[in-house]
């Protein structure tokens, strides 16, 4: 065998392909609309942009929000525990996002 086609042979470098379903953003956000939900940590400064009607609350805390699937908040609250029983009461699965 040819020492250029040995080494050709040995430096070919396999390539596998790898499928990624494309899927748009609106379709995602309704994947699991009246399903589920996921609880997010937010700081007091943020309350006023999520939850307007909200009264004002002292900066520097950590709160709670739960949200449905497609990223509407449902609701406020100090605790995750609250928000969890929360999503529970309304029949809608929490998930975890990171």
């Known amino acids: 065998m040819d020492n ?30 009246g399903r589920l939900a996921y609880v997010r940590a937010i700081s007091s400064e943020d309350v006023a942009s999520l939850f307007p009607q909200a009264p004002k609350i002292a900066p520097g805390l950590t709160l709670f929000t739960l949200h449905a699937a497609n990223g509407t908040p449902i609701m406020l609250t100090d605790t995750r525990e609250a928000a969890l029983a929360n999503a529970w009461s309304q029949e809608l699965e929490a998930v975890s996002v990171h």
């Open 4 to 33: 250029n086609v040995r080494e050709k042979m040995t430096n070919q470098k396999t390539t596998e392909k790898s499928v990624h379903p494309v899927i748009s953003q609106e379709m995602l956000a309704q994947l699991g609309e």
